[in-house]
């Protein structure tokens, strides 16, 4: 079970170390252990957590394998931010930055953070708020935060200055693209999602205002 566990990371993500995907299932069961106490995700996909939350987490790894500076919007329960995090210790000098309002959320993703020894920080404040302490950044990630156009507002302070954007989106997403090009002019590549078919990561850059 483990090795085709592993060798399904290694398809999503990418070259994965041996051990970067054994802390990974470490995690797994970790989560599951908070998740029984906070609201991490609904409960209803926890049986599913592998494939539905870490494998289509992973997936972002494959599509920017060069990038070092991350910051992943709203990450609640570490997807993708956490996974990433686990993936970015195997690129030396990489890191990713956390933002979660949620005080019970952030606090899952500092002790997790601390239990692996992740290159991550977390940061307990509003997207807004951020936007000055985290200035270093290449990819811009986000799942299941918000829809594209106030996504790209939250995102803009980055994208503008050059980074690159990976947001998950669901099958609705043709819909959002058409509310988000009233408001701003971007390039984009639509990934089709390696975990569900119905799903895409839509890699965005070069945003400006309409």
């Not at 500076?69 to 570490?78: A, E, I, K, T």
């Not at 949620?102 to 692996?116: D, E, M, V």
């Not at 992740?118 to 000055?132: G, M, S």
Request: glycine residues 6%; charged residues 25%.
């Amino acid at each position: 079970m483990k090795s085709d566990q592993f060798e399904q990371l290694r398809q999503v993500a990418g070259p994965v170390s041996r051990e970067t995907f054994d802390r990974l299932t470490a995690f797994q069961d970790v989560f599951h252990k908070w998740a029984q106490r906070i609201n991490l995700v609904s409960p209803t996909t926890l049986p599913e957590t592998w494939t539905r939350h870490i494998l289509d987490s992973a997936q972002l790894a494959r599509l920017q394998p060069e990038a070092r500076n991350w910051v992943d919007l709203g990450s609640g329960g570490g997807f993708p931010g956490l996974v990433m995090a686990f993936l970015l210790a195997d690129r030396p000098g990489a890191s990713i930055d956390l933002i979660e309002s949620n005080r019970k959320k952030a606090g899952f993703l500092q002790a997790t953070i601390g239990q692996f020894s992740l290159p991550a920080r977390v940061h307990a404040k509003r997207i807004e708020d951020c936007w000055n302490l985290v200035s270093e950044v290449e990819v811009v990630t986000a799942r299941a935060l918000a829809p594209l156009p106030l996504l790209l507002k939250l995102s803009e302070p980055w994208l503008e200055r050059g980074a690159r954007g990976l947001f998950h989106k669901g099958r609705d997403y043709r819909t959002e693209l058409e509310e988000s090009a009233k408001l701003w002019r971007f390039e984009l590549i639509e990934h089709r999602s390696m975990i569900d078919p119905q799903s895409v990561v839509l890699e965005i850059d070069g945003l400006r205002k309409a």
